[in-house]
């Protein structure tokens, strides 16, 4: 069966420091993957998605990049924080084509 | 620029109660999604739809793609605590890779 992993799952860190967030899945061959942030009780912002390795797609400009050095893995990443970055990440597969997004448990970011 | 507006917002009924959510937009969709998210947590997939004026149950929960595709709505039939959480509509345009979500809708059940 296909499992994702997301981590760290909390990440407290100052602003101007780097960040580095790593998800991974098992169990599928080359998924689509996907980078999303969600303000608190809110809906879910397309950040990053890739169809294949090195192929990165931004939906907004902002203080971020995403990387898919493997197959199966996605990283999200920025060279200094700014406080607007905070908010919960979250990644996700899917099949290629699209349809059912599958989610790792997310990780809560708060740049003070 | 928000494709998916979901209302109401937030939304506090009593146990025993219905309620329907709606998800609109001025774009067509290929198909439209909803999960449900619990706090800490990654949303997970309820249903999809992809014809339009389809109408899918899932025990109580009654989902319903508009004709023209541009909209859906969620009805619940005799909410119950266990059904609190954030509920999400999602949708992808045709020949486009990527999901847009709406909105969302923070649902609360009370005992």
């Known amino acids: 069966s296909q499992t994702i992993h997301q981590w760290p799952a909390t990440l407290v860190q100052p602003v101007g420091s780097p960040l580095s967030l790593e998800c991974t899945v098992e169990?599928?061959?080359?998924?689509?993957l996907y980078w999303y942030r969600q303000a608190a009780g809110r809906g879910l912002q397309l950040l990053f998605y890739?169809?294949?390795?090195?192929?990165i797609s931004s939906e907004v400009p902002q203080n971020l990049s995403a990387s898919r050095p493997q197959d199966r893995q996605f990283i999200l990443s920025s060279k200094k924080l700014l406080l607007s970055d905070s908010g919960f990440y979250l990644c996700?597969?899917?099949?290629?084509?699209?349809?059912?997004?599958?989610f790792g448990s997310g990780t809560q970011l708060s740049v003070l | 620029t928000q494709l998916l507006e979901q209302s109401p917002q937030f939304l506090s009924i009593q146990e025993g109660e219905n309620l329907t959510v709606y998800c609109n937009s001025s774009?067509?969709?290929?198909?439209l999604q909803w999960y449900r998210q619990e706090p800490g947590e990654g949303p997970v997939l309820l249903v999809t739809?992809?014809?339009?004026?389809e109408v899918k149950k899932l025990k109580r929960l009654t989902f319903q793609f508009g004709d023209a595709r541009k909209d859906s709505s969620l009805h619940i039939t005799a909410a119950q605590p266990g059904d609190t959480g954030l509920y999400l509509c999602?949708?992808?345009?045709?020949?486009?890779?990527?999901?847009?979500f709406g909105t969302g809708t923070r649902l609360t059940v009370i005992p």
């Open positions: 169990g599928t061959s080359n998924p689509n």
């Open positions: 739809v992809v014809t339009g004026g």
């Open positions: 999602a949708g992808y345009q045709t020949g486009a890779n990527n999901l847009f």
């Open positions: 774009s067509v969709f290929s198909s």
């Open positions: 996700a597969w899917s099949g290629t084509g699209g349809g059912k997004l599958f």
């Open positions: 890739s169809v294949g390795i090195g192929q």
